[in-house]
């Protein structure tokens, strides 16, 4: 592959687009560094003034907003009709919004913004001590389920026009039947605080037997679960021990008493050991792969006196269930098994952790000693731990009494509480103002939701997202439009388009924010980058990072390098998501790696080829557009078309192969600062 020369990079970057670390304007190049004069004052108490504030040009400003709700290049029109009016960009938000790119990047905001992410199935070990157990495709896709089934709800919330609040005190839930299966489960099987396990299904009948059987063929699910008849739970297994199974396991059928893992196992594809068989397999799973995509809007509710609860394995009532009937409280986004698998408990934090970070979602701040709003009462305080005049008392007289709602809820294990000595203790609410007893778990809920702090909260989250960098909350801009939001009764398409249309995420005129530390210039991070790359050049899943168990070569070998690119994440006790702004070699290697790839799939591949070298000027022209975002009248468009043109001459010259040559200018333009960069 030709390679492309570094006065060529070079040039891309004093195209008026800056470095990527550090904050500038794109309508002005970067000036050389001045040898400041004498003075008698040492340099690091003198006071340097900051900058004078340089507005972001309209096409910068434009490809910025739509690449961020989209990942998809601006056009000519779309810059010449917010040229002409500034205006006319709140309605190309609106029509943004109603594409299926938005609804994609916004479910990846909002599973990092409800810590929903970052698990894997050893995480569930205290809500599910026998593990997740099935075949290693549906486990996959089960961890697939768990981390979108909130994103979903929230999405599914906003596109039925319901305010953003109810995300924190929701009891319906996005669901597919094998996550509801799981659901139900791990509301069968109970752990107290000091581990000791309850099967409920064995506290009704402590006899609990069934079966697995692999021949007669399939045995109908309404004669597995009938009481009265001869198949009474016994299951049709499609395949056979394996041959090399010893013998006490190729008995047929395999009898399983006084216990359900087991049965969840089977239902997820696993067949295990029993009485004297002690060999497992693997096997096809219960739910078809079509259902764990069959997602539905399920409510949750506790069961009413004499009620008995949803059963795991009655898999034709979770395939058609809206209601599930629970022991164990679900409500909003801090009581789902991801979140729990995310914040695990013991019996020294005694949910401190978890209360902590509820707060940090929900309300965008954390727990210290500069909360001055006093507990109308401290009786779950921890004296032992944090009594009067111990220097963990400021944080934890109000911590404790609010961390007791989710004590008086849950076990350790995060199953519901029957313990009466914490179920009598009641909490206390009292942060940011607010101070008021807790009846249960769903008035935490409500208190969250109804805190005057939301509203700030979230506007901070979508602007840190979209500028890697937080706003300033007392920048009258920033109060503004957090207050559009709250008028709007939490509408979130209300705050995305008040808040990507502001000069906030523009830069197109002087804040407060701007004013303070300019207009930030970062790197793209992973799922901006890989979505933008996607989108623009019609590859699904270029990164391989989506939630697809089957990858392409392609996708397999981009996945790897993707993994390097900083990706938004979050950590216990931070109150901002963890998110990478500069570029170092890691990144500048994985990029253009990355962008080496692709080249191969859009260069004289597939039918009719993205790109042919039989016609490079058209090739590059896209590039440009394209991959770089820039349009046809941006200052920057002409001298980047005559880069990549002289590019292409010059490793022609040197004797590459004219379908080389292309694809290192393709490289080279991938590598662009706009091409992964935010906010050029």
Not at 297 to 309: A, D, S, T, W, Y
Not at 354 to 369: E, R, Y
């Amino acid at each position: 592959m030709a390679r492309w020369h570094r006065p060529l990079t070079a040039s891309l970057l004093g195209l008026g687009l800056c470095t990527l670390a550090v904050s500038c304007s794109d309508s002005a190049p970067v000036p050389e560094p001045e040898i400041p004069p004498p003075s008698d004052v040492p340099p690091s108490m003198e006071e340097v003034p900051p900058p004078a504030f340089s507005p972001a040009s309209v096409p910068s400003a434009v490809a910025k907003v739509k690449n961020l709700l989209t990942g998809q290049a601006a056009t000519a029109r779309e810059v010449e009709s917010v040229a002409a009016d500034p205006r006319a960009l709140r309605d190309l938000i609106d029509t943004w919004m109603a594409t299926p790119e938005f609804r994609d990047k916004m479910l990846g905001f909002f599973m990092n913004a409800f810590q929903q992410n970052q698990i894997t199935a050893a995480d569930l070990v205290d809500q599910l001590p026998t593990g997740l157990r099935g075949n290693s495709t549906t486990v996959a896709r089960l961890m697939v389920n768990l981390r979108e089934s909130f994103p979903r709800t929230v999405w599914q919330l906003v596109s039925e026009g319901r305010p953003l609040t109810e995300a924190i005190s929701t009891r319906r839930f996005m669901m597919t039947p094998p996550l509801a299966a799981l659901y139900a489960y791990l509301d069968n099987r109970h752990i107290n605080d000091r581990g000791g396990v309850l099967d409920r299904t064995l506290q009704l009948d402590p006899q609990f037997t069934f079966r697995l059987t692999w021949s007669g063929g399939p045995i109908p699910l309404s004669e597995t679960l009938n009481p009265s008849h001869a198949n009474y739970m016994k299951w049709f297994v499609p395949t056979p021990p394996p041959a090399m199974h010893a013998p006490p396991c190729q008995e047929d059928p395999r009898v399983f008493t006084r216990t359900t893992a087991q049965l969840l196992s089977y239902l997820f594809g696993l067949v295990e050991n029993s009485g004297q068989c002690q060999q497992s397999y693997t096997t096809t799973a219960q739910f078809a792969d079509t259902e764990f995509d069959a997602w539905r809007m399920v409510r949750i509710r506790r069961p009413g006196p004499g009620e008995q609860p949803t059963r795991f394995y009655d898999l034709d009532a979770l395939r058609k269930a809206n209601e599930l009937v629970l022991r164990v409280p679900r409500v909003g986004f801090f009581t789902t098994p991801a979140f729990f698998a995310n914040w695990p408990t013991n019996s020294s934090n005694q949910a401190r952790v978890t209360m902590n970070q509820t707060l940090i979602v929900a309300l965008g701040k954390s727990f210290d000693d500069t909360n001055n709003t006093v507990p109308i009462t401290e009786t779950a305080l921890d004296g032992e731990h944090a009594g009067p005049g111990t220097s963990c008392y400021g944080c934890h007289r109000t911590l404790d009494p609010m961390r007791q709602t989710f004590r008086q809820a849950f076990t350790l294990f995060y199953h519901e509480q029957l313990d009466v000595t914490q179920n009598l203790v009641p909490g206390v609410f009292a942060f940011g103002g607010v101070s008021k007893p807790l009846a249960d778990i769903y008035d935490l809920a409500e208190t969250l939701a109804a805190h005057p702090r939301f509203a700030v909260a979230w506007t901070q989250k979508l602007c840190q997202w979209a500028n890697s960098a937080p706003c300033l909350e007392d920048d009258p801009e920033f109060l503004r439009v957090a207050e559009a939001f709250s008028q709007s009764k939490y509408d979130f398409k209300t705050l995305v388009r008040e808040l990507f249309s502001s000069p906030l995420i523009t830069g197109l005129a002087p804040t407060k924010t701007a004013e303070a530390g300019g207009i930030g210039v970062s790197i793209a991070r992973r799922e901006q980058l890989c979505a933008s790359l996607s989108n623009r050049l019609g590859l699904p899943d270029v990164c391989g990072i989506g939630p697809a168990l089957t990858l392409t070569p392609n996708q397999q070998r981009a996945r790897v390098l993707a993994s390097v690119i900083p990706a938004d994440g979050y950590s216990r006790g931070a109150e901002a998501a963890t998110v990478s702004t500069d570029p170092n070699l890691f990144f500048r290697a994985s990029t253009e790696n990355l962008c080496r790839i692709i080249a191969d799939q859009v260069i004289n591949a597939g039918t009719p080829p993205r790109y042919t070298s039989s016609r490079p000027q058209e090739a590059i022209a896209d590039f440009v557009q394209t991959v770089m975002g820039l349009t046809p009248r941006d200052e920057r468009a002409a001298p980047a078309r005559q880069i990549l043109t002289e590019h292409f001459d010059e490793a022609v010259r040197s004797g590459r192969t004219a379908a080389d040559a292309l694809k290192s200018t393709f490289i080279l333009a991938c590598l662009a600062p706009s091409s992964i960069a935010s906010g050029l």
